[in-house]
């Protein structure tokens, strides 16, 4: 079977990793990803670590690796006649192109949206910032701990409101990239009708912001606002981390019969004052902890998810990252990849989460390549360039 962007060709300036993303997810659904890159350099997330594996003498960062599979990579330097040259017959020969350069840069470097557009109409440009290309605070650099901050994430993650926090991986910037593609693929089907592309423009602030959920109408509607209050719902109880003898593990009472099966089976009176609801358990939070904690206490982990399971209350421990890679479920779902990379050998890296139904293995291809050594394919994205001059 075809991959669904099997005819899409990808031209990628982004560095670091939101673009990257993007991009990476493109050519997950089969698109051709050409990514650009500085001479002798790279994009930047090549010196990002460690870890750094392979050789001493040229290492290779795994944080480049997480982001940049299934691409191809030339050098250019953009300064250059022959990277100005070469990049005009990118654009002419892609579909889509990917840049994070800060607002401004790219028209600097000669490829404004109105170049982009005259050399190639049919191209669809997504562009991504730290905080929207336009605005009182629109030239910012973006970096994505600085907008976790800055969109409030932060302040809704942590312990306590005192001790805010960011989320274990840059997931403003992996926002931005999701969002990016999603936007590319809707341009590309607006394409079919229009015969022409369009500016797809995100940003780690939009992207934060986007994903504030019931947090952001909590503010919205209702005046409140949010603060961080560790490992538990702001909004359903008993629903989040709880202690047992020899572990930990997280439940979600998500409705009001599930509180029934839980307490009755814990020797907890479902109907007691203060517990009856979920807005009289919400409003004594932390007695809810105490009284569901108190009933695990002598009880192990194991035997606690056996029994909530056959409760039907939703239920699951914490797994370390070791733990999640080494899990049967996680590669039933096509979540790791085995491919061979040129220095490393043999390696398996994280793959895309979507799988279609007409394909075993995640994204849309059934095959996927290894991230990209620095110029890798400056040979054949030139001469593949050559015969597509020559068609025109």
């Known amino acids: 079977m075809s ?9 990628d300036l982004s560095r670091a990793l939101a673009g990257p993303h993007a991009a990476m997810m493109l050519g997950d659904m089969g698109a051709r990803v050409i990514k650009v890159e500085s001479p002798g350099s790279g994009d930047d997330t090549r010196g990002w670590g460690p870890p750094f594996v392979g050789p001493d003498d040229d290492p290779i960062s795994t944080y480049f690796l997480s982001c940049n599979r299934n691409k191809e990579s030339i050098t250019l330097d953009l300064k250059s006649d022959d990277g100005q040259e070469t990049l005009a017959r990118l654009v002419r020969a892609g579909d889509v192109l990917v840049e994070n350069f800060r607002p401004g840069v790219l028209d ?99 992207a934060i912001v986007g994903v504030h959920a019931f947090q952001g109408t909590r503010y919205t509607v209702a005046g409140e606002v949010p603060r961080a209050q560790g490992n538990h719902h702001p909004s359903i109880a008993p629903y989040g981390l709880f202690t047992c003898r020899d572990g930990r593990l997280q439940i979600a009472c998500g409705s009001e019969s599930l509180w029934v099966r839980l307490a009755t089976a814990f020797g907890i009176d479902p109907a007691a004052p ?119």
């Open 3 to 11: 991959a669904p962007l099997d005819d899409i060709v990808v031209i």
């Open 108 to 206: 600097r470097l000669g490829f404004s949206v109105e170049r982009l557009h005259a050399l190639n109409p049919r191209l669809v440009v997504l562009s991504i910032s730290g905080f929207g290309h336009d605005g009182p605070e629109g030239g910012r650099a973006g970096y994505d701990q600085i907008a976790q901050g800055e969109a409030g994430l932060m302040s809704l993650t942590g312990p306590s409101p005192d001790e805010p926090q960011r989320v274990g991986v840059p997931i403003g910037d992996l926002l931005a990239g999701m969002y990016g593609a999603y936007g590319v693929v809707a341009a590309l089907h607006d394409r079919t009708r229009t015969g022409r592309g369009r500016v797809v423009r995100t940003s780690l602030l939009a």
């Open 274 to 392: 203060g517990l009856a609801t979920n807005r009289e358990r919400v409003a004594n939070r932390d007695r809810v902890i105490e009284t569901v904690n108190a009933a695990f206490a002598d009880r192990d982990l194991a035997e606690l998810l056996a029994t909530l399971e056959d409760l039907g209350v939703p239920a699951g421990e914490v797994r370390t990252l070791d733990r999640v890679y080494e899990w049967e479920q996680t590669r039933s779902q096509g979540l790791l990849l085995d491919v061979t990379h040129p220095v490393l050998g043999d390696i398996t890296i994280p793959g895309p989460p979507i799988r279609f139904d007409d394909n075993a293995f995640a994204g849309g291809r059934t095959e996927h390549t290894h991230p990209p050594m620095l110029g890798e394919h400056n040979a054949s994205v030139r001469a593949w360039l050559d015969t597509v001059d020559g068609d025109e």
